[in-house]
């Protein structure tokens, strides 16, 4: 605030420091309380062909498509379709491409 008034420090002040009027939960003093998802670009894609999402650090994965009561199966058919056909994973929590003009 000194800075954006042209004043020194001295001449600003400081905030005075008040306790909270009601108590708090340590939690809310200690850090924070929720976990923030990310999301890729694909992520509605997944959605909208059934992926059932998982957390993979801050980021929301698909961990597989289908029905959850035939979860072992699906990722099994998965696992053998990439290995012996192809397959495509969406590694764009991975990093980005920077180009520059030289």
Same mark, same amino acid.
Not at 32 to 39: A, D, L
Not at 52 to 59: K, L
Not at 74 to 86: D, L, S
């Given at each position: =605030?000194?800075?954006?008034? /042209? @004043?020194?420090?001295? #001449?600003?002040?400081?905030?005075? +420091? ?8 340590l &939690?809310?003093? &200690? ?7 990310? *999301?890729?670009? =694909?992520?509605?894609?997944?959605? #909208?062909?059934? &992926?059932? =999402?998982?957390p &993979?650090g801050?980021?929301?994965?698909? +961990?597989? *498509? ?10 099994? /058919?998965? +696992? =053998? +379709?990439? @290995? ?13 491409? #920077?180009?520059?003009?030289?």
């Amino acid at each position: =605030m000194a800075k954006a008034t /042209q @004043r020194t420090v001295s #001449e600003t002040g400081v905030t005075t +420091a008040r306790p909270p009027f009601v108590p708090e939960k340590l &939690a809310n003093i &200690a850090g924070r309380i929720f976990n923030p998802h990310r *999301y890729t670009p =694909m992520h509605k894609r997944h959605l #909208e062909l059934g &992926a059932h =999402m998982i957390p &993979a650090g801050a980021w929301r994965r698909p +961990a597989f *498509y289908g029905s959850k009561d035939k979860r072992s199966e699906w990722i099994k /058919q998965e +696992a =053998m +379709a990439v @290995r012996n056909a192809v397959g495509i994973i969406d590694v764009s929590t991975l990093g980005g491409i #920077e180009l520059r003009e030289s």
